[in-house]
T-cell receptor, first 113, second 116 residues
Framework: KAGVTQTPRYLIKTRGQQVTLSCSPISGHRSVSWYQQTPGQGLQFLFEYFSETQRNKGNFPGRFSGRQFSNSRSEMNVSTLELGDSALYLC????????????FGSGTRLTVV | AQSVTQLGSHVSVSEGALVLLRCNYSSSVPPYLFWYVQYPNQGLQLLLKYTSAATLVKGINGFEAEFKKSETSFHLTKPSAHMSDAAEYFCAVSDRLTGGGNKLTFGTGTQLKVEL
């Protein structure tokens, strides 16, 4: 059974640009969550998508957005990049977003210069 | 909202020694608790989880954790450390969200160093 696939693994962008990250969940999983990991703030919840709808959102500015497609693949977008957006972005896949836990991808390392 | 506290941002043990990583939680409902491990430039790998069944939970790679409600703790242990255990470990609690679904609330992590 294939795991959670995140692409690309590494990205370097310039301040002011926008970026799109992709996540393919485990087959059959309908919930995809995104987390940001930084040395200063640790692991923080960005948002969760379930059946193509954003069901929950963390405390991030509107520059952070996402979507989910009918095949459950998800993308997140960050517009007008700031230096502080440099982070590891992790995608987590779950059957239905229940409490039983999530499977994480390897992440996308975004560096903003 | 639930929260998790990991005591000790860095723990160093000798190879073959006991590993003990501490985690305390705060939860208004029976918690679902997790331990994840992260190797450099990798995602999070689930070690084990507590979902209100047995209080002693066995995970992968010889790790186990005991849920103690009276102490609000879920400490991670391994009887004998191996060099390959060197990594960062995160304790997390599942937090129910108003929109339905859940999110994970993580502790700040403990970096485990294993020395010869």
């Amino acid at each position: 059974k294939a795991g959670v696939t995140q692409t690309p693994r590494y990205l370097i962008k310039t301040r002011g640009q926008q970026v799109t990250l992709s996540c393919s969940p485990i087959s059959g999983h309908r919930s995809v969550s995104w987390y940001q990991q930084t040395p200063g703030q640790g692991l923080q919840f960005l948002f969760e998508y379930f059946s193509e709808t954003q069901r929950n959102k963390g405390n991030f500015p509107g520059r952070f957005s996402g979507r989910q497609f009918s095949n459950s693949r998800s993308e997140m977008n960050v517009s007008t990049l700031e230096l502080g957006d440099s982070a590891l972005y992790l995608c987590a896949s779950s059957l239905d977003g229940s409490r039983y836990g999530y499977t994480f991808g390897s992440g996308t390392r975004l560096t903003v210069v | 909202a639930q929260s998790v506290t990991q005591l000790g941002s860095h723990v160093s043990v000798s190879e073959g020694a006991l590993v003990l990583l501490r985690c305390n939680y705060s939860s208004s409902v029976p918690p679902y608790l997790f331990w994840y491990v992260q190797y450099p430039n990798q995602g999070l790998q689930l070690l084990l989880k507590y979902t209100s069944a047995a209080t002693l939970v066995k995970g992968i790679n010889g790790f186990e954790a005991e849920f103690k409600k009276s102490e609000t703790s879920f400490h991670l242990t391994k009887p004998s450390a191996h060099m390959s255990d060197a990594a960062e470990y995160f304790c997390a609690v599942s937090d129910r969200l108003t929109g339905g679904g859940n999110k994970l609330t993580f502790g700040t992590g403990t970096q485990l160093k294993v020395e010869l």
